[in-house]
């Protein structure tokens, strides 16, 4: 039976990361990197297709689940009619790029328990059934590039490909399982000690979490929030994935399944704001770097997405051995998106190198003049039809938000000559400015709806307008933004929580399907505080905290009539919306403010 997306939790070591269910099965983990070939994909499919199991044989009264403190590390308490056991899971993080640790532990808490082992390796997302044999006393299961050695006290048996043992725990009795992913190619590394593995986990977390500047009234979902955002970010290169999954539906059952473990370039400046904001320097630092690393070359080929270390080719393919999370088919690796035309990330890009230079963070000398050839490129192009901020197949339109984002890119070199000395056109760049601002008013708002549009023309409205004041284009009180958010208020809303945009199969491209957005939801409760309705938009917020799951995590969809998570998960872009909102809420000068008065 597929487990919702409330009862998964995420575990990592900045490489990549894996997702337990409360029952105790690991459904989901790729090896080595975060876009690697899965080794457990059962989330995807069925159990055959490669999960990790630890639970009670039988008599299972209920799981309780927490992190331990300010960690990564996850416990799950299975209160069973014969006694109580702990499972503790997490991955320490090493140098060594050709391994991947996951340890568990399982600890008898009281009375006794008859506990069952079942560990299923598959690789290549379910399609390769390795051979399994041992190494050492240690078994390993090996099929070409990819391997798993596992270590434990316990006697495991082969049962259908896979190992298998039972074992009863007694109270104060604890046992230890590591697996260590590594190349085929490879001896098995050494195993590590559990108990110090996790006092060293534990402690590097705890030192992480310590960093955090934020100490408001929503600390304990900001500071989650930020551990996500570390555990989804690929710590040899700097990038942050947008999610550490692929295919988990916008609507189950529908063929919305987008791989999203890859880095987009339009969360750059909300991530940056989050991070910095919250005192991570560092990480913000190291996006930067990744950022000006993956966009050099020509303006013509900047994509909207890469791989963790910047790579381009990111061609799709469908698995047709997996059935799909809840039937939901096809499964996809790889995006095609990435062929895309989002005019709208040259302003995220030129927002981004001008938030770090606020911060102080100065960028590469040769930064600039990478900038300003991107904005002669934009220059000439930021009329043309695009394929628009949501990544819609349906072909390209004048779509309103990708000229609100040119026009911020613009605006952001003229201020890098005003505020930072650099050189440049800067009357060639004001009247281009001045030019585009024209055109979106003109042409993106629809007076008979006292709103903004979607695209040039057209009558539906986009959560994207929402982004309006928040990068500066109009200040928040300005009429036509009241009428949008308005607008957005009664057309784009079902249960409180905000939809992208009206449905529209010619837009899109793909039959209709998917739930409420919830970065778009935190993006209504900041302009609700710009506009002066702090009550509004704290309920919208409390509203949006309600639906995590138990250990604070959240996807990138909600479905407020099935009253599930939807989506990839945990998603970033969810998570760093909230980190934001949570300042903007607090702070006089918060990160809403401080990127629309650029």
């Keep these: 039976m597929t487990l919702p997306l409330e009862d998964y939790g995420l575990i990592g070591n900045a490489r990549t990361a894996a997702l337990v269910g409360r029952d105790g099965s690991i459904d989901w983990m790729c090896a080595p990197r975060f876009d690697s070939s899965a080794a457990f994909a059962a989330m995807l499919g069925r159990p055959a297709d490669g999960r990790w199991a630890i639970r009670p044989a039988t008599g299972i009264l209920s799981a309780e689940r927490r992190y331990r403190g300010d960690t990564l590390i996850l416990e799950t308490r299975f209160h069973t009619r014969s006694g109580r056991v702990l499972l503790v899971d997490f991955m320490p993080g090493t140098q060594d790029e050709q391994r991947v640790d996951l340890l568990r532990l399982v600890i008898g808490e009281a009375g006794s328990v ?22 050492g006393e240690r078994p390993c299961a090996i099929a070409g590039p990819d391997a798993l050695t596992l270590s434990t006290p316990l006697p495991v048996e082969i049962v259908d490909a896979a190992w298998h043992a039972d074992f009863t725990l007694v109270a104060g009795q604890k046992v230890a399982f590591h697996l260590i992913w590594h190349p085929g190619h490879h001896p098995a590394p050494p195993p590590l000690d559990a108990e110090d593995c996790l006092a060293d986990t534990e402690r590097r977390w705890l030192a992480w979490s310590s960093r955090c500047t934020y100490d408001g009234r929503w600390r304990d979902a900001v500071m989650r929030s930020l551990i996500t955002l570390k555990a989804l970010t690929h710590r040899p290169t700097g990038g942050i994935v947008a999610a550490p999954t692929t295919s988990l539906p916008e ?84 995006n095609d998106a990435h062929h895309q035309l989002q005019l709208d990330v040259f302003g995220e890009l030129m927002d981004t190198l001008h938030v770090v230079r606020k911060a102080g963070i100065e960028p590469e000398p040769e930064a600039w003049d990478v ?48 505020i930072f000395g650099r050189a440049g056109p800067v009357e060639r760049w004001r009247r281009l400015q001045r030019q585009i601002h024209q055109d979106v008013l003109a042409k993106g708002f629809d007076p008979e709806l006292n709103s903004f549009v979607q695209y040039y023309g057209g009558k539906t409205l986009d959560a994207s307008l929402l982004m309006v004041p928040l990068v500066g284009f109009l200040p928040a009180r300005d009429p036509r933004v009241l009428g949008t958010v308005s607008a957005i208020e009664h057309g784009l809303i079902h249960d409180g929580l905000v939809y992208r945009y009206s449905p529209d199969p010619k837009i899109e491209g793909l039959p209709p399907g998917e739930a409420s957005f919830l970065a778009c939801t935190f993006w209504l409760a900041d302009n609700l505080a710009m506009q002066g309705r702090g009550r509004d938009a704290c309920d919208l917020f409390e509203r949006l905290l309600d639906l995590r799951n138990d250990l604070g995590l959240l996807s990138e969809e909600y479905d407020p009539i099935r009253r599930r998570l939807l989506g990839n998960f945990p998603q970033a872009f969810s998570h760093v919306a909230l980190v934001n909102t949570a300042h903007n809420l607090e702070m006089a000068f918060g990160p809403a403010k401080q990127r629309s008065a650029a």
């Design 114 to 135: 008859d506990m069952r082992f079942e560990l299923t390796p598959r690789f290549d997302y379910g399609r390769s059934v390795p051979w399994l044999r041992r190494y």
């Design 371 to 418: 900038q300003k050839v991107f904005l002669d490129f934009l220059e000439g192009h930021w009329r043309d039809p695009d394929d628009g901020l949501w990544e819609v197949r349906g072909g390209r339109r004048q779509f309103t938000h990708s000229k609100v984002m040119a026009w911020v890119a613009v605006d952001r070199a003229i201020k890098a000559v005003e």
């Design 251 to 334: 609507a189950v059952g529908g063929v919305r399944n987008w791989d999203y473990r890859y880095c987009w370039l339009r969360d750059a400046t909300f991530t940056l704001y989050a991070l910095l904001t919250s005192g991570y320097h560092e990480e913000a630092h190291a996006w930067r770097e990744w950022l000006l690393r993956t966009v050099a070359g020509q303006p013509a080929q900047l994509q909207i997405m890469y791989g963790l270390a910047g790579e381009r080719r990111l061609e799709e393919q469908a698995l047709p051995w997996l059935d799909g999370y809840a039937g939901s088919r096809p499964v996809r690796i790889g």
